[in-house]
């Protein structure tokens, strides 16, 4: 199946890739992608973790959300569409939200992704990898923006207009963490009347695109 993988990367490339274990925190827009994408690039192993269940909310920007799964665990419904990618990659899931009390969930592995929408529990991730010597780049905001995205990797303290940013920077820096990576869009959030976050379907498609990207390469590169 990785026959034009193999062009890019060689033998040696789709090698590494299978070898590889990474481990995915939130599955909703963003990570649901990021996971996809992973799995389609030959990535071997993945780790899925995520608490929550399909909604109609979903339907307009998430890899999970069909009609036929609303009401089903987003890790069920995922770990599902990746077999039918590839039907040999080792995968376990986690249905379960990520806190400071269960942290032993996140194994030790090449790579966590934090796609985490709570501020509390994303920190507790980031924290967590830090102490444990885990590779992680984190999400920060995708949401109330229409525009042509520009994602970018990026350290947590060079984030601007970013609400998501600016409550993890704050909390980076009063427990004394130093940098991280992160994948951010240059782009002003819009301004509406509505209390939720508006979203739409290429933007987490482009943000989880972009983690993708810089994990498969940091996974060649190791």
Request: aromatic share 4%; proline share 3%.
């Amino acid at each position: 199946m990785q026959e034009r993988t193999k062009i890019l990367i060689g033998e040696e490339g789709v090698s590494a890739l299978q070898k590889s274990f990474v481990t995915v925190v939130g599955v909703g827009g963003v990570g649901g992608y990021v996971a996809e994408l992973l799995v389609r690039a030959g990535v071997g192993k993945i780790k899925l973790i995520d608490f929550d269940n399909v909604s109609c909310s979903n339907l307009n920007r998430q890899v999970v959300a069909f009609e036929d799964t609303i009401g089903m665990p987003k890790v069920e419904v995922l770990k599902e569409i990746l077999l039918k990618i590839n039907s040999k990659i080792d995968i376990s899931i986690e249905n379960a939200r990520f806190s400071s009390e269960n942290a032993y969930i996140v194994p030790n592995c090449d790579m966590c992704i934090d796609a985490i929408d709570s501020v509390k529990d994303k920190f507790a991730l980031i924290a967590h990898c830090k102490q444990n010597n885990i590779p992680i780049i984190s999400a920060m905001g995708a949401g109330n923006r229409i525009d042509i995205p520009k994602f970018i990797l990026t350290d947590i303290y060079k984030t601007h207009d970013d609400g998501l940013a600016k409550a993890i920077r704050k909390l980076c820096r009063a427990s004394g963490i130093d940098k991280l990576d992160v994948v951010t869009c240059e782009s002003k959030p819009m301004q509406h009347q509505e209390q939720e976050i508006g979203s739409i379907s290429y933007y987490p498609a482009m943000c989880g695109a972009t983690i993708a990207a810089v994990v498969i390469n940091r996974l060649l590169k190791k």
